[in-house]
């Protein structure tokens, strides 16, 4: 894998728990985003990742997490103002695609009325282009 961010993988727990509780916020590119539980799979920091040639440029490349092969999505050029500052990843399930979310932080676990820039649950994400399987030119298929 090329350079990305060379660093080891670590994960954050996120309690699913809490009443009332039902949406990841994290920002990126200058927006905060909301993304609903039953698309995150955990929020991270994914070791080095290889970009892809003739990308889209929102797509950041190709990472390995766990022994599988996802696409990293830069959630500030997506749905954002500028680019990620990559520091973190939301790594999403229930899509056509295997995907990690590249995101700047993490603000928190709110519900799902909190006000948020863009939310993203999984009707959403999968009606999205960027999620859809070949559409940069390196996602990889469940």
């Known amino acids: 894998m090329t350079e990305g961010m060379g ?6 727990s996120v ?9 990841l ?25 290889a970009p892809v040639a ?29 680019p990620s500052a990559n520091g973190h990843q939301v790594v ?3 899509l ?4 990690v979310l590249a995101v700047d932080s993490l603000v928190g676990v709110f519900s799902q009325d909190e006000p ?3 939310h993203l649950d999984l009707k959403t994400l999968r009606s999205h282009a960027a999620f859809a399987p070949g559409a940069a030119g390196g996602v990889t298929e469940r």
Not at 60 to 80: A, K, N, S
Not at 96 to 99: C, H
């Open 15 to 23: 309690d699913r728990t809490s009443p009332g509780l039902s949406c």
């Open 96 to 99: 056509a695609v295997e995907a």
């Open 116 to 118: 948020a820039d863009v």
């Open 54 to 82: 003739g990308a889209a440029d929102w797509c950041r490349g190709l990472v390995q997490w766990r022994g599988r092969l996802l696409t990293m999505v830069d959630g500030g050029r997506l749905f954002g103002s500028r």
């Open 7 to 12: 660093h080891s993988s670590t994960s954050t």
């Open 92 to 94: 999403l399930s229930g």
């Open 25 to 49: 916020h994290v920002n990126a590119g200058g927006s905060r985003l909301s993304v609903a539980f039953d698309v995150v799979e955990e929020f991270a920091e994914i070791g080095p990742w």
